[in-house]
């Protein structure tokens, strides 16, 4: 097997030269590659610059396989992987960033100020669009790559301590996800019956239906069911909106109730900051910065999907497609619940602040597809991670047998066991959102990404790189130095502000205790 899961690949530290329009990773014959086309991914250009190979490449026999070859050797499978379109990789996107999360945003634009908020939303959602396309430049240059962890290791001059500790982070940044959904769904059925059953048996519940739906193998039969969850969450999403504002402009009354407000909170009509508030502190608003970053950043998906697609090339068509949604979405959403429903009355996620009951329900209930789809998208994502490399270069890989079926669920039920015990230790949304944004993201959204830029500018133009380019390389390094600083800064402070967050909640009372059968309804 290519990378046995016990260890990371060989790797030869010559830089290969490719161009546009080879054939294979390694060759720099003048035929044309499925891969590449005539794109060039830097200038966007047609016909563009000849691409290398960066130091560190993986020195087996995988990484002479283009992506026609790949596709080649499949085809005697029962269970084809690189069946995806665009079209499909693109639903596999929106669900994964259309997602619950968007929810957040009226609660960080309270903290942040509207305008501030909406800045920030845009400039994340550029900065991850661009990262993205790095990404995407990567996997072409090394069509081999099956997820984040090659990519990492390849990155980092093949040093295997590097596969391991993304490996590390990669499957408990998924498990977290998981962990967040089996929670939220426990927090959908509390709010519908009203705390009918304990919350943890709530979350077995989650847990057992989200384990079921993680059973299909292959990303194209799971992007049926992306569209479908994608959809519901716009529709849900647009109902909070939608009611936030019937609310608003309706029931005032309801804003002067005896006790204060909706929530017990405050009284009188919602209070709107288009700037932060003066008193505003580090804490909350590294944790308002961490939600909407979460939201944004998928990147450490985007392998995983180009080694599923038929042609790596079409994908900047999913990712413009799906980032230009995000942006319009995520900032009227959050704008419009946030104006209707003030800094006093909001909730994360943003369904707690609708004061109808059946407003709320209702809101609430079409993002049920979500809830159960987004965690088994990454539940997915990690058993692949694992059995790719426990049955790489078997028949189990590739075809219906009973040892191949039965340790596929196995790992899919370890996956989810850790998710349930996350939701039960962490049983709370935006410090969870906030805890997974600055552990993870840092590194999977912007440091290995500045990295990727790096190296591959180096393998282009040699030594001097920076300067050989003129004001173009210059810019593009101090763009990328800024994008690793980004990651560092949220590394260290954003953990700091979410630890103590969550200190901070135990201690005011504010969330319920571990394995509780305590209501947490909204």
């Not at 993201?441 to 830029?453: E, P, S, V």
């Amino acid at each position: 097997m290519a990378l046995g899961f016990g260890s990371g690949r060989k790797v030869d530290n010559d830089t290969q030269n490719i161009g546009v329009n080879d054939t294979r990773a390694s060759d720099s014959s003048p035929e044309k590659n499925e891969s590449y086309g005539d794109y060039d991914p830097e200038s966007g250009a047609q016909g563009g610059r000849k691409m290398s190979r960066i130091g560190g490449v993986m020195a087996d026999e995988e990484s002479e396989l283009s992506v026609g070859k790949q596709l080649e050797l499949e085809q005697s499978n029962s269970i084809k992987y690189r069946t995806c379109t665009w079209q499909k990789t693109a639903a596999l996107l929106f669900s994964e960033y259309i997602c619950l999360a968007i929810m957040s945003f009226p609660y960080s634009y309270s903290i942040l100020g509207l305008v501030p908020g909406i800045i920030v939303t845009v400039a994340v959602a550029m900065s991850v669009l661009y990262t993205s396309l790095i990404v995407w430049e990567f996997c072409l240059r090394h069509p081999e790559l099956r997820d984040v962890c090659d990519v990492g290791q390849m990155l980092y001059f093949g040093w295997t301590w590097v596969w391991y500790f993304t490996a590390v982070m990669f499957l408990l940044n998924n498990t977290f996800i998981q962990g967040l959904h089996v929670l939220t769904g426990a927090k959908y059925l509390n709010t519908m019956s009203n705390g009918a059953v304990c919350t943890v048996g709530f979350s077995a519940i989650m847990t057992l239906v989200s384990f079921v739906c993680s059973l299909p193998r292959t990303f194209d039969t799971l992007s049926k069911l992306a569209t479908l969850s994608a959809f519901f969450t716009f529709v849900s999403v647009l109902l909070a909106a939608i009611f936030a504002g019937i609310e608003g402009e309706t029931s005032i009354e309801g804003y002067d109730t005896p006790g204060g407000g909706k929530t017990g909170l405050l009284t009188g009509h919602p209070i709107v900051l288009v700037v932060a508030a003066a008193d505003t502190g580090f804490v909350s608003g590294m944790n308002a910065f961490l939600n909407i970053s979460y939201t944004f950043i998928g990147q450490i998906t985007i392998p995983s999907f180009i080694a599923e697609m038929k042609e790596p090339k079409d994908f900047p068509k999913a990712l413009w497609a799906v980032t230009i949604c995000e942006i319009i979405v995520f900032s009227l959403v959050g704008a419009i619940v946030y104006v209707y429903t003030g800094t006093q009355y909001n909730t994360s996620p943003a369904f707690g602040s609708i004061g109808n009951e059946l407003y709320k329900k209702i809101s609430f209930s079409f993002m049920i597809p979500t809830l159960i789809f987004l965690g088994v998208l990454y539940a997915s994502v990690s058993a692949r991670f694992i059995f790719f490399r426990i049955f790489e270069g078997t028949r189990h890989k590739g075809n219906h047998t009973v040892v191949g079926w039965a340790s596929w669920a196995g790992i899919l039920a370890v996956t989810w066991i850790f998710a349930f015990i996350i939701s039960e230790v962490i049983p709370f949304f935006s410090d969870l959102l906030s805890l997974m944004s600055s552990l993870f993201d840092c590194f999977f959204g912007f440091i290995f990404w500045g990295t990727a830029y790096f190296r591959m500018r180096q393998a282009d133009y040699g030594p001097g790189w920076i300067t050989k380019r003129g004001i173009r390389g210059i810019a593009g390094f101090i763009l990328n130095v800024i994008i690793v600083m980004i990651g560092l800064f949220m590394l260290t402070g954003g953990t700091y502000a979410t630890c103590q967050s969550i200190v901070d909640n135990y201690k005011a009372g504010t969330v319920g205790g571990v394995f509780t059968c305590k209501s947490n309804a909204l």
